[in-house]
């Protein structure tokens, strides 16, 4: 079965301190992979994703940067954090099959981030 | 372009009431609807899910329909219990192709629910 991880899973970080938060995912192969943030606990925000190795699709301009060194790996990155930049971090990953494709996505556990 | 419009909470029941979150969406072509959970401090959780007009999607006591000619998908609960307090999103899908599986949420409704 499939299943993804996410650390830490709480952070604390001054503001202009880098940042590096890691997902992977078992028990598949060449997945989508997503960062969502979610402020105050409600909307989810669509950061990044990416459909293979290397290929970064970035949904909202701002200081954070994604990479994707292997298959099953997804790191959200800052150079320095803003204090904006707080909020719950969340990975998740898809799998297209093909039409019709259930595009359903399955979430990581989260990462809270508070820059203070 | 897609979009996805749920009912504003938060949602206050006591136990046992019967439950109805609205979910209406704007989309082109045939999308995949869902129905997520998110627990206090948790990651989503997929709750249901349905890919065509009519579908009818359900777990744990939750139900929603797939209606096409009202582009809804409503989410309905016959009994709730206290530990179905949680927040409860709606998602779009797409018809495949070049969407690389990019979900459309919700706002989120909050769900209280008291013994």
């Known amino acids: 079965s499939q299943t993804i991880h996410q650390w830490p899973a709480t952070l604390v970080q001054p503001v202009g301190s880098p940042l590096s938060l890691e997902c992977t995912v078992e028990?598949?192969?060449?997945?989508?992979l997503y960062w969502y943030r979610q402020a105050a606990g409600r909307g989810l925000q669509l950061l990044f994703y990416?459909?293979?190795?290397?290929?970064i699709s970035s949904e909202v301009p701002q200081n954070l940067s994604a990479s994707r060194p292997q298959d099953r790996q997804f790191i959200l990155s800052s150079k320095k954090l803003l204090l904006s930049d707080s909020g719950f971090y969340l990975c998740?990953?898809?799998?297209?099959?093909?039409?019709?494709?259930?595009?359903?996505?399955?979430f990581g556990p989260g990462t809270r981030l508070t820059v203070t | 372009g897609n979009s996805v419009t749920q009912m504003e909470g938060p949602v206050t029941l006591s136990e046992e009431a019967f439950l109805t979150i609205n979910c209406t969406y704007t989309?082109?072509?045939?999308?995949?609807l869902f129905w997520y959970v998110q627990y206090p401090g948790e990651g989503l959780q997929l709750l249901l899910k349905?890919?065509?007009?009519?579908d009818k999607g359900s777990n744990k006591g939750f139900e929603a329909t797939y209606r096409k000619e009202t582009t809804s998908f409503h989410l309905e609960k016959g009994s709730v219990q206290v530990s179905d307090s949680a927040v409860y999103f709606c998602?779009?899908?797409?018809?495949?192709?070049?969407?690389?599986?990019?979900?459309?949420f919700g706002q989120g409704t909050i769900l209280t629910v008291h013994p």
């Open positions: 998740a990953w898809s799998v297209y099959w093909g039409p019709p494709s259930m595009d359903e996505q399955y």
């Open positions: 028990g598949t192969s060449n997945p989508n």
């Open positions: 990416s459909v293979g190795i290397g290929q």
């Open positions: 989309a082109t072509g045939y999308p995949s």
């Open positions: 349905a890919t065509k007009a009519d």
């Open positions: 998602a779009l899908g797409s018809a495949g192709g070049t969407s690389y599986g990019k979900l459309t």
